[in-house]
């Protein structure tokens, strides 16, 4: 059997309580945290051509690396 990668930070513990959560929710719930995400007035959402996608990636990346070294200084 493959062992399962996970991305920095998370592990099968997390995923779990992670998928318990959604599949807990009921439809209402659902719908309720998909537009919450929606108002928040920090991110936004966007159709991205995928050729632009790595670009897009690295400066998120990027900008995560500065917002933690502001915060940390």
């Given at each position: 059997?493959?062992?399962?990668?996970?991305?920095?930070?998370w592990?099968?513990?997390?995923?779990?309580?992670?998928?318990?959560?959604?599949?807990?929710?009921?439809?209402?719930?659902?719908?309720?945290?998909?537009?919450a995400?929606?108002?928040?007035?920090?991110?936004?959402?966007?159709?991205?051509?995928?050729?632009?996608?790595?670009?897009?990636?690295?400066?998120?990346?990027?900008?995560?690396?500065?917002?933690?070294?502001?915060?940390?200084?």
């Amino acid at each position: 059997m493959k062992k399962s990668k996970f991305p920095k930070g998370w592990d099968e513990k997390k995923v779990k309580r992670v998928l318990a959560h959604y599949e807990k929710q009921t439809e209402e719930e659902a719908v309720a945290e998909d537009e919450a995400a929606y108002e928040t007035r920090t991110q936004t959402a966007m159709d991205i051509p995928v050729q632009l996608v790595p670009k897009v990636r690295e400066l998120i990346a990027k900008h995560q690396a500065l917002q933690h070294v502001e915060t940390t200084a």
